[in-house]
Nanobody, 115 residues
Framework: QVQLVESGGGLVQAGGSLRLSCAAS????????MGWYRQVPGNQRDLVAN???????RYADSVKGRFTISRDGNSKTIYLQMNDLKSEGTAVYYC?????????WGQGSQVTVSS
């Protein structure tokens, strides 16, 4: 069973930065996609950013230019660098991995942006 363990959430002031990490139990290049979603209570889980096995990245329009997704194959970890955070960035952030028709989620990491 694939495990995704997140770390790095917390409380930050608007305009500040945080970096989320997601450590996978398997080689990250065995997944078609890995990425980050976020969810606020009562809303659906929305894509923030992802990266495919070839390294192509995709971002939600709301975070383009401020967030960066990256990966380190040696440590089997992906990252989400979040800069210039805004109050609407407050959410639970989930790491996600997909391989063919299977997908896995991390436990979620709370990010709170205070204004």
């Amino acid at each position: 069973q694939v495990q995704l363990v997140e770390s790095g959430g917390g409380l930050v002031q608007a305009g500040g930065s945080l970096r989320l990490s997601c450590a996978a139990s398997e080689n990250i290049f065995d997944f078609n996609y890995m990425g980050w979603y976020r969810q606020v209570p009562g809303n659906q889980r929305d894509l923030v950013a992802n990266i495919n096995v070839g390294g192509v990245t995709r971002y939600a329009d709301s975070v383009k230019g401020r967030f960066t997704i990256s990966r380190d194959g040696n440590s089997k970890t992906i990252y989400l660098q979040m800069n210039d955070l805004k109050s609407e960035g407050t959410a639970v952030y989930y790491c996600h991995a997909r391989r063919l028709r299977s997908e896995w989620w991390g436990q979620g990491s709370q990010v709170t942006v205070s204004s």
